[in-house]
């Protein structure tokens, strides 16, 4: 729709932009290399932060950036996610048939490991997202599951992704136990404005633009309007950049930017 009004080769603020054309922040850089060192020691990983700040953009980042050779990623996402669930799941991405009982499961999870890790030489990673709305009996499992070999190793390197309450929950007293096997933590934050104001180039970039569509007074109420959730910054601009084609501008400025935000997303 805008994109030929623009010149754009490709849409610029969609959630399907490949990881090499992504925003390289500070903090991405940071969490890849936290939980990279995770994945090769088999480590236990919690990510958080504010809804919308890119926590699945930067697991999937991570995700795309491991050796397959060296790796099997297994991945999650389910607000009821149930203990049976969790290894039927997992079994299932193994291409196993997952046995009924949630010990039986277990056990068979656990073999299907040991085989993986001894004929294929595989390390196996398993990424749960949206981890803040797990009960607190699949939280115990977690703690169960990596238990093996008299706590002296864990099985897999397991990485839980999920809202900032997340760690707010694993500083309870109930859940002591988990928090303390935590091996690595990744707190996501807003981009501050130099950070947004890069993030918006690199998009428009990846689309193909070379000049300013952007000016900075808009580039300013956009991170008013957002405080630097991406998610945010992606939905304003789709809506300045629809808006600004529409009405034949080839600059948007920051009143522009207000009349979207009053009128669309407000």
Known sequence: MFE????????????????????????????????????????????????GTGKTTA????????????????????SKLTPRHFYKGLLEQLGCE???????????????????QGIHHLQPVVIV????????EMLEEVRFLLNTKMDARSPMSLILVGQSELWERFQLQTYAAIR????????????????????????????????????????????RYSSGTARLVNKVCTHSLIYGSQNKRRIIDDHMVKFVVQGELS
């Open 129 to 136: 997202d949206e981890a803040h709305l797990l009960d607190r």
């Open 59 to 78: 697991i999937r980042y991570f995700k795309e950036c491991l050796d397959e050779a060296k790796f099997t990623v297994m991945y999650l996402a389910d």
């Open 180 to 223: 303390q096997r935590i091996d690595i933590q990744c707190k996501l934050p807003h981009m501050d404005r130099a950070q947004m104001g890069e993030y918006v180039k690199k998009h428009l970039t990846y689309a193909g633009v070379e000049q300013d569509i952007f000016s900075d007074n808009a580039v300013d109420e956009i991170f």
């Open 98 to 116: 997952a046995k009924f009982y949630r010990g039986d499961a277990k056990r068979q999870l656990h073999k299907e490991i040991e085989l993986m």
């Open 4 to 51: 030929s009004f623009y010149g754009m080769t490709r849409t610029p603020f969609s959630r399907d932009i490949p990881t090499d054309h992504l925003y390289q922040s500070t903090m991405l850089e940071e969490t890849f290399g936290r939980l990279n060192y995770a994945a090769q020691r088999q480590m236990f990983a919690v990510v958080t932060g504010d809804c």
